[in-house]
């Protein structure tokens, strides 16, 4: 839970009884640790001064030696949950290494609300690998990355829907991340633990992406950059902007940036901080209660004698094993599908993505929008609520 680690970091916070609420839980938290016995040193500073482009770099350092984290907002102006979650991370305390923000790092574009600003591109494209970035001030952004050399890097963004096939902007819930087996490992507890803690049930679950492969689209993105020139891990946070309100969608960033660098700035080991050692013998029980957690989750999963078979047909048959054209409509059935229990009540649908139902309905049409491969998931859950699932590809090649 998030507020066990607040605790950690705002104990002062949480014996004086303040309100940390659920939902306002960014900015209380935030406030409260400003206000608190901070063993922190706080510094920033403006980079681009005198341009169209100036933003301010917020640094945070414990006392405690650790890596660093860079953590990004407003590269698009109107993904307005990335940059408000930004300007929050700015402000927490920290146990161990570093913490830079750059919450509105595109600052035109934040004024406007606007996916580009005063210079009219799209910011999130101008950090070519090997190479110098595009523009001026993607150039004064990456001088801040080569300054630091972070661990990590975090780019908060916003989609407003899932179903454009794009595999950054268009596909809602998500954390894109590098390939390194530490990125995966983090992410897929972030995603584990905001899906089974802060999304509802009706809401589209949070997954794992891939960064597009070197030199295919979309190319240029300061993650890209900072994992292939500088070996950082590097993650890109998408919330779906459209149906949530933005205290949820910042609930959910936080939720997740946190777990994304609680290794890194939140040690469970609290060396040296203030905050006394007497912790240490805490950290065998709080990994246990996390592996409790992951058995049941696996458990609800395995449940498998009693779950229902999903199957999808495709008009025209096997859409899946031949090359589609854009602009085709496929129709997908799940009528197929078997229950052991009763009947099947529900057919939910992800179409163009994992695990985010965005459709439902015994049939469904997807029209290919463009070339490309596309994920399209069924789940159908039967009057036991028990649920299978199954999932096709749909490609042009
Ligand atoms: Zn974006």
Not at 176 to 199: C, I, K, L, M, W
Not at 300 to 305: E, G, H, K, M, N
Request: with cysteine; glycine share 8%.
């Amino acid at each position: 839970m998030l507020r066990d680690t607040l605790s950690r970091r705002s104990t002062l916070a949480l014996v004086a009884g303040s309100a940390i609420t659920g939902a306002g839980i960014a900015t209380t938290s935030a406030d409260d640790e400003v206000d608190g016995d901070e063993s922190v040193s706080r510094d920033s500073h403006v980079i681009l001064e005198g341009t169209d482009h100036e933003t301010t770099v917020y640094t945070t350092e414990a006392q405690a030696d650790g890596p660093t984290v860079l953590v990004v907002g407003g590269v698009h102006g109107n993904e307005v949950a990335g940059y408000a979650t930004a300007n929050e991370i700015a402000k927490w305390a920290i146990d161990a290494g570093t913490l830079v923000t750059i919450p509105e790092a595109n600052a035109t574009a934040v004024d406007q609300q606007g996916r580009a600003g005063a210079d009219g591109v799209d910011l999130n494209r101008q950090f070519p690998e090997s190479s110098e970035p595009q523009t001026e001030l993607a150039r004064g952004l990456w001088d801040v990355v080569l300054e630091n050399e972070p661990d990590i890097v975090i780019d908060l963004h916003e989609s407003t829907g899932i179903y454009a096939g794009d595999p950054v902007d268009g596909v809602g819930q998500a954390i894109f991340r590098s390939n390194s087996p530490d990125a995966t490992t983090t992410a897929q507890d972030a995603v584990d633990h905001v899906n089974g803690e802060y999304v509802d049930e009706s809401d589209p679950l949070f997954e794992i992406g891939n960064f597009t492969r070197s030199g295919v689209e979309p190319s240029g993105l300061l993650v890209h950059k900072a994992t292939r020139d500088l070996d950082a891990d590097a993650f890109l946070v998408e919330t779906l902007s459209t149906d949530h309100d933005l205290e949820t969608r910042v609930e959910w960033q936080s939720v997740i940036v946190e777990r994304l660098v609680e290794d890194a700035l939140f040690p469970e080991e609290e060396p040296d901080n203030g905050h006394g050692s007497g912790d240490d013998i805490d950290e065998d029980e709080e990994s246990a209660d996390e592996d409790d957690e992951f058995t049941e989750d696996e458990q609800t999963d395995d449940d498998a004698s009693d779950s229902p078979t999903a199957e999808i047909e495709t008009d025209p048959a096997g859409a899946k094993d031949h090359s589609l054209e854009p602009g085709q409509t496929v129709t997908l059935d799940g009528t197929c599908a078997e229950t052991p229990n009763e009947a099947i009540e529900a057919y939910e649908w992800s179409v163009y993505s994992a695990d985010q139902y965005n459709k439902t309905g015994e049939t469904i049409d997807v029209t290919i929008a463009k070339d490309g491969e596309y994920s399209v998931g069924l789940r159908v859950v039967d009057e036991t609520g028990a649920t299978g699932k199954t999932k096709i590809t749909l490609s042009t090649e």
